[in-house]
């Protein structure tokens, strides 16, 4: 029986509905003359006799059809032509009819029959999937048969199956670039979902970066075998500070003019609160490292992190840089800064205060240092590195940045936070070339486990990087990994993320951010309401019949139109691994299952190769190489 729930739940309307009833209703009208005439003698004649005479005749009209086909135009009477239209228009209808009651009857009987295509303790029905409405398919047919493919529509990402109808669902290029959002606790499919989609956007040719913030070595293997299945193996990159032999050089500090690189220095200020002292150090280290890196670009001297970190804590190094910075502006603003720090020592000589510079600096010159030793350096500490952002975005090359998270857990995050300092960098870069010059396929920046890399960069990394046709997919654990940074990065995180994909969700917390964004929907509530009673009264002492009693009942049904979540955030946290609600554009809704990538071991590819390049020679600062004479307590001076 089709119950009144069931009805609610097929939420008739839509292209496709109106397109079937439309042709249900053309199609009964077609045939409507064919059927009054067939009407009109049922009613009178004799039943059975009337209906073999119809059967024979229909039979002979078929025949007479066929034989009036084959006659010559010419000798076609106008009844014959009248009769045949007729029977055509009869046919024709009845076809349209047949057709459309078909795709009706199966829409309905799908609802209350169908069991759903996987199994899920979780009924929910989902949207039509993307691209599925009749105009689309119908512009896409059209695109198909003129050969003109468009980019942004017809190609995409899969990200899984619908559980109730088994459709794909496949989020279109032109979407994807509105960037994606993944949340889920811990091991419950983020990973697997970015490998497949990954893949995918590897076997399309597209540009990747990803950032893995709980590296695997099992994901190198994937990776490198995913870009050889496509015939790219060339274009990986791999950062891996953890281990610098299964790494290419990669200097994040090198590249950019001053104000981007001191911006980037300075997310590894660890000050997220923005109190006025706070805020005036801020401003002040922010003042200092332009001005440093100013003077060393005009100085035409490249440096690297532990360089940088020589400057920031050694006064024979700031002197030599300006010593060395040719008369300009810059090289006035680098004495007028350090004449800020310079006091006269009982000798008359003047020197540089290192203990207040230190403090304006606070602690970013010591975590600079730190990327400038051990294997942090050893992938570090170059001047002509293997991979140059910018240009490996810009040649969609693939690059794989794993964070040696455990063990060296600040390090890694801070050298996150630069990475995508680095990334923001590059964006705000392809985002100033012309449109045919940008990367196609959008390039993919997919950050597994973000909460622990997330900066204040990121605010301006969602709204420039559409532009730049680069795309992100943060993905992370709760939601209070976003609020930890700042309330305003969790509204752009929400806000500016086309596609939202949430798996079983840990905090309560998180699961009713999740139900909330994936929206509310009208549901009517029945109710039965009973009540009786019964009551005596009276006393029973009393020897009279002075007591009464009275009974009374009732009931009533009851409905009523309730707003309630479409998946409750109890739901979010009981769902399966691999299973995952999709949040789409807003107001639509898919239920679907991640497949999981598995590759045999004859699809892995042998031991992972690493593509080196030739370094050129560039001239840097060479601070390192020569550490001793500013580090030790010797007093020549380098000249
Ligand atoms: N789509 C899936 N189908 C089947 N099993 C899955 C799926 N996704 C995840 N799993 C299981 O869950 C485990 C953890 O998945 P993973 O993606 O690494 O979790 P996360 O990244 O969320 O911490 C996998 O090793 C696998 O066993
Ligand atoms: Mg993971």
């Known amino acids: 029986m089709l119950s009144h729930k069931a009805i609610k739940r097929l939420r008739f309307g839509g292209t496709r509905d109106t397109v079937t009833g439309v042709a249900l209703l053309s199609g009964g009208l077609a045939t409507n003359p064919f059927f009054s005439v ?5 009613l009178v004649a004799d039943f059975m006799d ?27 009477s106008q009844s014959d032509v009248d009769q045949m239209v007729f029977i055509l228009q009869g046919m024709l209808g009845m076809g349209i009819s047949a057709v459309a009651g078909g795709l009706l009857a199966k829409r309905v009987a799908n609802s209350i029959f169908a069991p759903s295509f996987f199994k899920s303790e979780l009924s929910l029905r989902s949207s039509a999937v993307p691209g599925s409405a009749i105009v689309e398919c119908a512009a896409r047919a059209a695109r198909r048969l003129s050969g003109q493919i468009d980019r942004e529509k017809d190609a995409g990402l899969m990200l899984g199956y619908c559980i109730d109808t088994g459709e794909a669902v496949v989020i279109p290029y032109e979407d994807v670039m509105r960037h994606m959002f993944i949340l889920g606790q811990s091991g419950v499919g983020k990973t697997v979902l970015g490998g497949y989609i990954m893949q995918q956007h590897i076997s399309s040719g597209g540009g990747l970066v990803f950032v893995d913030g709980k590296m695997d070595i099992k994901n190198l293997a994937a990776i490198h075998a995913a870009c050889t299945w496509a015939g790219r193996e ?20 090198l590249y950019g003019d001053a104000d981007e690189v001191a911006a980037r220095i300075l997310l590894l200020n660890p000050s997220t609160d923005s109190n006025p002292g706070a805020d005036y150090f801020k401003q002040a280290a922010n003042q200092g490292l332009l001005i440093l890196v100013a003077a060393l670009n005009k100085a035409s001297l490249a440096y690297n992190a532990v360089d940088l970190g020589i400057l920031l804590m050694n006064q024979k190094a700031l002197t030599y840089l300006e010593n060395r910075v040719p008369p300009s502006n810059e090289k006035t603003n680098l004495s007028l800064f350090l004449d800020q720090y310079r006091v006269p020592n009982k000798d008359g000589v003047s ?14 010159g ?30 969609k090359k693939i690059i794989y940045v794993m964070l040696p998270t455990m063990g060296k857990d600040n390090a890694a995050t801070n050298f996150g936070k630069i990475f995508m300092g680095d990334l923001r960098t590059t964006i705000s870069w392809l985002q100033a070339m012309p449109d045919e010059e940008k990367p196609w396929p959008p390039c993919m920046a997919f950050c597994d486990e973000a909460g622990s890399y997330v900066n204040d960069a990121w605010n301006r990394i969602f709204e420039q990087s559409r532009s730049a046709n680069v795309f992100l997919i943060p993905a992370v654990q709760t939601v209070a990994n976003l609020d930890a940074i700042s309330p305003e990065l969790r509204e752009m995180v929400l806000g500016n993320t086309w596609t939202k994909v949430f798996f079983k969700i840990g905090t309560k917390e998180s699961a009713e951010i999740a139900a909330e964004i994936i929206g509310k929907e009208i549901r009517v509530q029945d109710s039965v309401s009973a009540s009786g009673g019964e009551s005596q009264s009276g006393t029973d002492a009393s020897a009279g019949p002075a007591g009464s009693s009275s009974t009374s009942a009732n009931s009533g049904i009851g409905e009523r139109a309730v707003e309630e979540y479409k998946v409750s955030p109890y739901d979010l946290t009981a769902l399966d691994k691999g299973e995952a609600i999709v949040s789409y554009a807003g107001n639509k ?24 390049f030739r370094s050129r020679f560039v001239k840097g600062i060479d601070l390192f190489r020569r550490a001793d004479q500013y580090l030790s307590t010797s007093s020549s001076v380098p000249e």
């Not at 570090?380 to 490996?392: G, I, K, Q, R």
């Open 38 to 42: 067939w009407l009109k003698k049922l």
């Open 50 to 76: 009337w209906e073999v005479v119809q059967a024979k005749r229909l039979c002979a009209d078929a025949v007479g059809v066929k034989n009036l086909l084959c006659a010559k135009a010419s000798s076609l």
């Open 234 to 253: 060339d274009d990986l990159l791999v950062i891996n500070p953890g281990n610098p032999e299964m790494s290419n050089s990669y200097n994040p500090f």
């Open 351 to 364: 020197s540089i205060d290192m203990k207040r510079l230190k403090e304006t600096f606070g602690g970013i």
């Open 366 to 395: 010591g975590r600079l240092f730190t990327f400038g030793t051990g294997k942090f350096g050893q992938v570090m500490n170059t001047y002509s590195p293997d991979v140059n952002l910018f240009e490996a975005v810009k040649q």
């Open 589 to 612: 809704v898919y239920h679907i299952r991640v497949p999981r990538l598995g590759m045999s071991d004859e699809a892995m590819i042998g031991p992972v190769k690493l593509n080196h």
